[in-house]
């Protein structure tokens, strides 16, 4: 490639070319390399440019010290749980330095001062040497220890300004307060779509002129002659089937909308019938069937089921639910739903409760937001 004579010319060549083709090695193969390049056994981390020293990492890692001391097949989880917690505080921290939360000294001194560990047993004031004493103990500065305490200020001071946003409002503990206080049970009849099929069978029939019909009016169906005209009745048998359930639930939903007694309309459906567990306004349903849990999920997670439950009476039925699986119909046998306001203590307990709830909400929103924009370069073998 290199035509001069010249051995330095040549050298100097093959190093250009050596030289670019390591620059696009690590910068397209290798650019987690790229990232760490410069770093030492010093650093853990690099959160968003912060180079995170390995002290503070170890620091934290010793509050967990007694769950990782212990053997465990889940040991190596645990260590990658426990750095993903510290890195989730790293940007807590950058969060509330963006937001221009800090702690002032004064602020730092007041609460160290007033820390029950450095308290003189005798005197119930702040011990000077008590305090240098437990430092030397915990192998810790002043200067380490000042600044962990300006840290949990400044993510105190943050959860608080998140909590001030979280309003509760008297609505939603009067309706928190009906839902833990409510008992409902429902009854059921449920048929399986194989069983409609079954049922329908001589709806669902496809002749071999219907087969040959469809090929003709879509060409483009034409993939394998082995299997074309399988794959053909296999479809439009689904869709006579599906044409029947839409005309059967339409039957069943009129049986409802001018007689609406349950033990009618489970007479026509024909399938079979069950009931749930007792439970609260929000629960899961559950089928009452056996000691293990057996989610009726279908019921569950239907519109008709959340918007009849409450208002149908009792024997009354309700619409049709459709699901994948089958058909189902219910009424509610035992519907407890007290409408009375909560006490001022239950009011109180629900207030912090549902509060609570809400600051969880935001705060794993405000982490999964932080975490999904951040940019994170790990420098800490736990895998």
Avoid: W
């Avoid at 770093?39 to 509050?63: Q, S």
């Avoid at 469809?214 to 599906?242: A, H």
């Avoid at 089921?305 to 189902?328: D, T």
């Amino acid at each position: 490639m290199f035509d001069s004579k010249s051995k330095l010319v040549k050298a100097v060549g093959y190093f250009i070319m050596g030289f670019f083709g390591l620059i696009i090695v690590i910068s397209f193969g290798m650019p987690d390399f790229v990232s760490k390049l410069g770093l030492d056994n010093t650093t853990v981390a690099i959160v968003n440019g912060e180079k995170i020293h390995a002290f503070d990492y170890y620091r934290f890692r010793d509050r967990y010290k007694d769950l990782l001391s212990k053997e465990s097949s889940d040991k190596q989880n645990m260590e990658n749980t426990v750095f993903r917690n510290f890195i989730g505080e790293i940007l807590i921290l950058q969060k509330a330095k963006d937001l221009g939360i800090d702690a002032t000294e004064e602020r730092i001194l007041r609460y160290i001062r007033g820390m029950q560990e450095f308290q003189n047993q005798a005197t119930g004031r702040f011990d000077m040497e008590r305090y240098r004493m437990i430092l030397r103990q915990t192998n810790m500065s002043t200067v380490n220890f000042t600044k962990m305490v300006r840290n949990s200020l400044m993510k105190e001071d943050l959860f608080r300004y998140l909590q001030m946003g979280t309003a509760v409002s008297p609505d939603d503990i009067n309706i928190e307060y009906t839902a833990n206080n409510s008992k409902i049970q429902i009854k059921y009849a449920y048929l399986a779509r194989n069983e409609m099929e079954k049922r329908f069978s001589g709806r669902i029939n496809v002749t071999e002129s219907e087969i040959t019909e469809d090929l003709g009016k879509n060409p483009g169906e034409l993939k394998d002659p082995n299997t074309d005209r399988l794959r053909i009745k296999d479809k439009l048998k689904k869709k006579k089937l599906d044409e029947s359930i839409k005309g059967f639930v339409a039957d069943l939903n009129s049986a409802v909308e001018k007689n609406g007694d349950f033990n009618m309309v489970a007479d026509l459906l024909k399938g079979m019938t069950g009931e749930s567990k007792v439970f609260k306004m929000g629960d899961e349903v559950l089928d009452n069937k056996g000691k293990e849990e057996n989610p009726l999920t279908d019921i569950s997670n239907s519109m008709v089921f959340r918007e009849s439950c409450l208002s149908l009476k009792k024997g009354a039925s309700s619409k049709v639910i459709e699901s994948g699986a089958g058909l189902y119909i219910f009424t509610p046998v035992m519907l407890d739903v007290n409408l009375k306001k909560p006490g001022e203590s239950d009011y109180a307990s629900l207030e912090r409760i549902i509060g609570y709830e809400m600051l969880d909400a935001i705060t794993r929103n405000m982490m999964t937001s932080l975490s999904e924009k951040s940019k994170i370069v790990k420098n800490l073998k736990t895998d």
